[in-house]
């Protein structure tokens, strides 16, 4: 079953923040970031193993509670460059597959 | 880093005819690739695994006669559209891992339009 994402789309303006959560229904070994402009393929964001830990990126974190099944992306001071759709990608462990997320439309504004 | 080059990056062909679509592992060897499909403004949908040297897996609901995969090397794997059709019309993507516990790479993705 596909990983539920929120919100479905937000609008920001630049340097405001957002969290992006993905919800999963069954237990994760993993979970994968990626965001992906109009027309091209997905960008790797960063991956959270299991364990419960947060990961950062400069002006983009993340954070993993297994055993809520939830991770969520957290962009601070947005760019207009964050603009796109993110998708969470999420493993279970057995076969190393990523199920990909319903996808959050961020959109950065001046 | 990891580059997984995709062609072609987009195809037009006619109802009834076949198309390949080619990925290349190019600083790696990629003993498993992914084939995703996505329709606009959707997620992307997991179609097969494609494993080196073995047949592929393909998920529930997708026939495996009609998107034919080969994996016949560590660095190529290929995916054929068989007899498309205008409801095959969607941009498909390849994806692989260089090592475990990374990220996966994306190739640059296919656009196929059936008309």
């Known amino acids: 079953q596909q990983p539920v994402q929120s919100p479905q789309a937000v609008i920001l303006r630049e340097g405001e923040d957002a969290v992006i959560n993905c919800s999963s229904s069954?237990?994760?070994?993993?979970v994968h970031w990626y965001r992906q402009k109009h027309g091209e393929a997905p960008v790797f964001l960063m991956i959270?193993?299991?364990?419960?830990e947060q990961k950062g990126h400069e002006k983009i974190s993340a954070s993993f509670n297994e055993k809520k099944q939830q991770s969520s992306l957290y962009l601070t001071a947005s760019q207009l460059s964050y603009s796109g759709t993110y998708f969470c990608?999420?493993?279970?462990?057995?076969?190393?597959?990523?199920?990909f997320g319903t996808g959050t439309r961020l959109q950065v504004t001046l | 880093g990891a580059v997984v080059s995709q062609h072609p990056s987009w195809v037009i062909c006619k109802s009834g005819t076949s198309v390949k679509i080619e990925c290349r592992s190019l600083d790696f060897q990629a003993t498993t690739m992914f084939w995703y499909r996505q329709f606009p403004k959707q997620s992307l949908m997991l179609m097969a695994t494609s494993n080196e040297g073995s047949k592929a897996t393909y998920e529930q609901g997708v026939e495996k006669d009609k998107f034919l995969i080969n994996h016949a090397s560590l660095t190529l794997s290929t995916l054929t559209v068989t007899s498309a059709h205008p409801e095959d019309s969607s941009f498909y993507i390849c994806s692989a891992s260089a090592t475990g516990g990374s990220g996966y790479t994306f190739g640059s993705g296919t656009r196929l339009t059936v008309v």
């Open positions: 959270l193993l299991k364990g419960g």
């Open positions: 990608g999420t493993d279970p462990g057995t076969a190393s597959k990523l199920t």
């Open positions: 069954k237990a994760l070994y993993s």
